[in-house]
């Protein structure tokens, strides 16, 4: 098989045993990636829907809460960071599978706890490993399908959105069908279970993401210093940036425009909704094309438009708005499958991402609050979506560099 041009990152350095390792276990690492997908966002969002219930039961001041929060974010900029020096320790599956045991042992004990404090530990235990599962599923996908790098990020980005929206939806019926809030949040923890029996049979083929021959290890710092490196961080973390703003305020801005909770709930559930058959599609177009510019622009493009109707008709046009502002939050599948192409190896993917990732997701932790000064200071929600509007301008700049084909391991020592 003909390699793929090294200046799109594909090409794959780690010799026949990959390959070998892939074939065998090809229908393993599928649903074991796409279970493992599933997985990567209920952690995070579950809570949210239930936190007033959580908040009464442990007499959860507004700080608390307000960390509770924010330990998402607090995980995916740490604990994300050193996930490729732990596969490198480790082993790249092995790995997947503790960060899968730790989100459902975290997620199980959090529901049946009488303590506040050690509901607040074992959330940070279920998003820390969400948070290192999440840095190192580019990696995977590297190392067992090289030459589907589009496909394979199509079909976990896809499962991901699953996972949001169903997490969004379903936990408040499940709460209220099943004796409350701790059977809701439970529910979550015997997913990620199911989801790590696949990984017990993987960690028998368990190789490195460094340990292909004649490569050497790619660092997090060393990212941290590459053009490419800071460029896909600055991307990321300005579309995380949006994202976030949108699912923790859109449904107060379209409350106060008029809509009832309930439909304000579900025009949120709408935006995310949107990326379910986009991430299948994106992805793939994406990781086609040489230069992927248009594809890039043509999504991000999606968000002033949005963010302009808004302001002019709040109300009446919310759920166009809302389908618009979801298709650029496909911004997210397409920054992933771009980490796939300007890596080379495996490490070097599982490097590009921690740093991408960790990087951004600090940036991105500023998105909400700002936005929340910005309409305590002036009483309304118009400035507030200007500045969102302003802010998604510097996405298509910056996708004007990541999108140009090259890799971080030609960026390196220079």
């Known amino acids: 098989m003909t390699a793929p041009q090294t200046t799109r990152g594909t090409t794959s350095t780690g010799g026949a045993g990959p390959r070998r390792t892939a074939a065998l276990a090809a229908p393993l690492l599928l649903v074991g990636v796409l279970l493992l997908s599933l997985n990567l966002r209920p952690a995070a969002v579950s809570v949210g829907p239930v936190l007033d219930e959580v908040r009464d039961a442990f007499g959860m001041s507004g700080a608390t809460a307000g960390l509770l929060t924010s330990l998402p974010v607090l995980a995916f900029a740490v604990f994300g960071a050193f996930a490729p020096t732990a596969a490198r320790a480790v082993g790249l599956h092995r790995v997947t599978l503790l960060a899968l045991l730790a989100v459902g042992g975290g997620l199980l004990g959090r529901a ?30 590297k190392l067992h399908f090289p030459d589907r790098i589009g496909a394979m990020t199509a079909a976990y980005t896809t499962a991901l959105a699953v996972g ?27 997913l990620a279970l199911v989801a790590a029996l696949p990984w017990l049979g993987l960690v028998a083929h368990d190789r490195r993401p460094a340990g292909e021959p004649g490569t050497r290890a790619v660092r997090y710092a060393e990212v941290a210093r590459t053009p490419l490196g800071l460029a896909m961080a ?10 976030y703003a949108v699912f923790g305020w859109f449904a107060q801005l379209w409350r106060d425009s008029g809509w009832s909770p309930t439909a304000a709930g579900l025009l ?20 086609a094309r040489e230069n992927p510019l248009t594809v890039l622009l043509a999504v991000i493009a999606c968000y002033p438009v949005g963010y302009l109707g808004l302001l002019v008709a709040p109300y009446s046009l919310a759920p166009l708005w809302a389908v618009l502002v979801g298709t650029g939050c496909c911004t997210f599948p397409l920054i992933l499958t771009l980490v796939g192409l300007r890596a080379r190896t495996p490490g070097g993917t599982a490097a590009l991402s921690a740093f991408t990732q960790s990087a951004g997701y600090l940036l991105a932790a500023a998105g909400p609050f700002a936005i929340g000064v910005v309409h305590d200071a002036s009483g309304g929600w118009d400035l507030p979506v200007v500045v969102l509007l302003v802010l998604s301008l510097p996405l298509a700049l910056v996708a004007t560099y990541v999108a140009k084909p090259r890799a971080i391991e030609d960026q390196l020592h220079r």
Not at 164 to 190: C, I, K, M, Q, Y
Not at 234 to 243: D, I, N, T, V, W
Not at 268 to 287: C, G, H, K, T
Request: glycine share 10%.
């Open 112 to 141: 049946v706890t009488g303590s506040e404090t050690v509901f607040l530990g074992l959330s940070l235990l279920a998003v820390a490993g969400m948070a290192m599962a999440n840095v190192l599923l580019p990696s995977l996908v």
């Open 164 to 190: 949001l929206t169903a997490s969004l939806a379903l936990t408040v019926p499940v709460a209220e069908a099943f004796g409350g809030w701790r059977t809701g949040l439970g529910l979550w923890a015997v």
């Open 234 to 243: 600055l991307f990321f973390g300005l579309q995380s940036l949006q994202a």
């Open 268 to 287: 949120v559930a709408l935006v995310a909704a949107v990326s379910i058959p986009l991430s299948l599609w994106l992805p793939r177009l994406l990781a």
